[in-house]
């Protein structure tokens, strides 16, 4: 079976743009073991900080998109993780069906995409996200992944995202 990875590509693209445009901010108190952040979601990216004022969660049955956009080195970038929803760490693998991430670097036109998930036209890449507190309103956790170019983007290298922490509101 082939599959169509620019039509998933595209797919991704639009529901991580509609989850940044959806994004609640609302606060509430809550006590976390996790390092203190100001943003939905932070890491590091090549190096570079990351700080995403906003960020999403979809649930899709028994898996969640985690996604946050920051601008990094004057440049737009997109993190998407996809996991289990429920409390863990998981691992990602090049070969993973639910557990992978990705990063797209640049606008609509011509983005630079990276991905861990080899079946969807990457090279493969690893890391791990874990879900460290999930209520009905909020969830928190860490990842960290080194992603390859997506087959059809003109990406080269690899990125390797570091430092990840995740504080999202359902």
């Known amino acids: 079976m082939k599959i169509n990875t620019k039509g998933l590509l595209s797919a991704i693209l639009l529901m991580v743009f509609s989850i940044t445009l959806n994004s609640c901010n609302k606060t509430e108190d809550v006590v976390s073991t996790l390092p203190t952040t100001t943003a939905?979601?932070?890491?590091?990216?090549?190096?570079?900080?990351?700080?995403?004022?906003?960020?999403?969660?979809?649930?899709?049955?028994?898996?969640?998109?985690?996604?946050?956009?920051?601008?990094?080195?004057?440049?737009?970038?997109?993190?998407?993780?996809?996991?289990?929803?429920?409390?863990g760490t998981y691992p990602i693998?090049?070969?993973?069906?639910?557990?992978?991430?990705s990063i797209v670097v640049g606008?609509?036109?011509?983005?630079?995409?990276?991905?861990?998930?080899?079946?969807i036209g990457g090279q493969g890449?690893?890391?791990?996200?874990?879900?460290?507190?999930?209520?009905v309103s909020k969830m928190k956790g860490t990842f960290s992944f080194i992603a390859k170019p997506s087959v059809g983007s003109t990406a080269t290298g690899q990125k390797v995202i570091t430092n990840g922490i995740f504080d999202l509101t359902l």
């Open 40 to 87: 939905g979601m932070t890491a590091t990216v090549d190096g570079a900080s990351f700080s995403s004022l906003n960020g999403g969660v979809t649930i899709l049955g028994n898996n969640c998109i985690i996604s946050g956009s920051a601008i990094v080195n004057n440049v737009a970038n997109t993190i998407t993780l996809n996991c289990p929803n429920a409390l």
């Open 93 to 101: 693998t090049s070969s993973g069906t639910v557990n992978f991430a």
């Open 125 to 135: 890449g690893s890391g791990t996200i874990t879900i460290s507190s999930l209520t």
């Open 107 to 119: 606008g609509a036109v011509n983005p630079l995409t990276y991905t861990t998930y080899s079946n």
